[in-house]
């Protein structure tokens, strides 16, 4: 395992959560907190600027551009970066298309903190305790 910080983002239009989610990141051994951005779109700009994570954790429904758009462009032109989806809904079928387009995770807004951190170790390929995707299995 490497020493260095898994870094990440933090995708959603809802200021709060996103400022929630931020809040419990940084909690977290081993993880550090880029940016947040509202949308897809933002994501991209921090991207383009050279701002790039290890970790995205996006929303799935936003304005502009949305978490499945956005992980269409990711895949395409930053496929290094590792893509969790954060959503309310739990439908098997969006779960597996998200996995088809290429996101490396799914959690539910209503996860708590373990699986959050497990989600991203597993993600950045920092866990041994979970070999497969979480919410992707």
Request: hydrophobic share 40%; net charge negative; charged share 20%.
């Given at each position: ?18 400022k ?56 395409a ?17 969006l ?43």
């Amino acid at each position: 395992m490497t020493n260095q910080p898994i870094h990440l983002a933090v995708v959603d239009d809802h200021i709060l959560f996103r400022k929630g989610l931020r809040a419990l990141l940084s909690g977290f051994l081993g993880m550090e907190v880029l940016f947040e951005a509202g949308d897809g779109q933002e994501l991209l700009e921090y991207l383009d600027q050279g701002t790039v994570p290890d970790v995205v954790l996006m929303d799935l429904q936003m304005p502009v551009l949305d978490g499945l758009q956005t992980t269409r462009l990711l895949r395409a032109q930053y496929p290094d970066v590792r893509i969790i989806i954060i959503s309310m809904h739990d439908e098997p079928e969006l779960i597996e298309n998200l996995h088809q387009e290429g996101a490396h995770g799914y959690l539910l807004k209503n996860a708590n903190p373990e699986e959050v951190r497990n989600a991203i170790l597993t993600a950045a390929g920092r866990s041994q305790r979970y070999p497969q995707l979480v919410g992707l299995n």
